[in-house]
């Protein structure tokens, strides 16, 4: 998933920030090195899968800095709609899934 109002891919499970990290070869070329993450930046809630329906446990346990966009009203409009940020980031890579079935901490969606 992407963080909606930053636009970087985030770990649903972990609720970490994820980038790509690159490494010298040896010719001394920078050259991808896989996914890296630099810890959890996002609330995660546990989901429970019932007969019924999916059943949500809050979680409302240490602070997240992205709990300052749960009561903005931009970031809220840009979650509805789906878009991303008018102004990308560098580097920030858009409407492009990191792994058709995988979320972006390599587990099945």
């Not at 970087?8 to 890296?36: D, F, H, I, M, S």
């Not at 810890?39 to 709990?67: K, N």
């Amino acid at each position: 998933m992407l963080c909606p109002w930053h636009a970087y891919p985030v770990a649903l499970a972990t609720g970490e920030k994820l980038y790509r990290a690159t490494e010298k070869n040896t010719e001394g070329k920078l050259v991808p090195a896989g996914w890296c993450s630099v810890g959890q930046r996002q609330r995660t809630h546990a989901v429970e899968e019932r007969p019924d329906g999916l059943y949500v446990a809050l979680s409302s346990e240490g602070a997240f800095e992205s709990d300052t966009y749960a009561h903005n009203q931009a970031a809220g409009e840009r979650c509805a709609t789906a878009q991303p940020p008018s102004k990308p980031r560098s580097g920030a890579v858009f409407n492009r899934p990191l792994h058709s079935s995988r979320g972006g901490d390599g587990h099945a969606l």
